[in-house]
């Protein structure tokens, strides 16, 4: 069978990674966590005290980052696993910040499409089908509502064993849409020839079969 690029952008908490990776998994195919990259940047500079909101000091960070990942979905930084804290919400605001300077996003942007040149991937983030891979040939655009975003990153955050307050996890994710949407680099916005998938009232399974429908008819027309 054939096998195609598959691009999933959608805001925050809107569960495209955990779809992401279970579609890889039944297809075969490599997954590749962009988000999880920012968030490697993100953590990076808070854990060596580096000014946000420097982008000199920032840029000059990038070269003593290494981001790898393995075919378990576990991210490395400079050799460290880092899966599981990066999910953290300070990490997730500061990946927003660090993804609006143009100097971080041509650096992850030029790994991803490496990574990506293989064919058989599928990517999430913010831009995947607007900037990282314009050709990609299924363009999926993943939303849900803020309520139902913050429950899910709620339960998350429980079994990861972190701070799970709902309220702040839902300012957080109303303060991440904002800033994703509105930064001048490469904003979170629908690619115009992709399918929006509306996950507000599904499960899991619901959705994962709906992308399997998606990608089996987008390989009958390529």
Do not use: W
Request: aromatic content about 4%.
């Amino acid at each position: 069978m054939k096998k195609i690029s598959i691009a999933v952008d959608g805001p925050s908490a809107a569960g495209k990674s955990s779809i992401a990776k279970i579609v890889a998994k039944r297809l075969d195919y490599i997954y590749i966590d962009t988000g999880a990259m920012y968030r490697c940047v993100g953590y990076y500079c808070l854990e060596n005290n580096i000014d946000l909101k420097d982008e000199q000091a920032v840029s000059q960070a990038l070269k003593q980052i290494k981001i790898e990942m393995d075919s378990n979905n576990h991210i490395f930084l400079n050799g460290q696993d880092v899966s599981q804290v990066i999910r953290q919400d300070q990490v997730s605001m500061s990946a927003s910040v660090v993804s609006s300077y143009q100097v971080v996003r041509t650096f992850l942007v030029e790994q991803q499409r490496q990574m990506a040149n293989v064919g058989g991937v599928i990517l999430d983030g913010r831009d995947i089908g607007t900037v990282v891979l314009p050709n990609a040939e299924l363009k999926i655009y993943q939303i849900a509502s803020v309520d139902t975003r913050a429950k899910r990153r709620y339960l998350e955050n429980q079994e990861r064993g972190l701070t799970a307050d709902l309220e702040l996890i839902k300012k957080d994710i109303e303060q991440r849409d904002y800033q994703d949407m509105n930064r001048d680099i490469s904003p979170l916005k629908q690619a115009e020839d992709a399918i929006v998938l509306d996950t507000s009232a599904m499960t899991l399974q619901e959705v994962v079969d709906a992308v399997l429908k998606l990608v089996e008819e987008k390989i009958k027309e390529v």
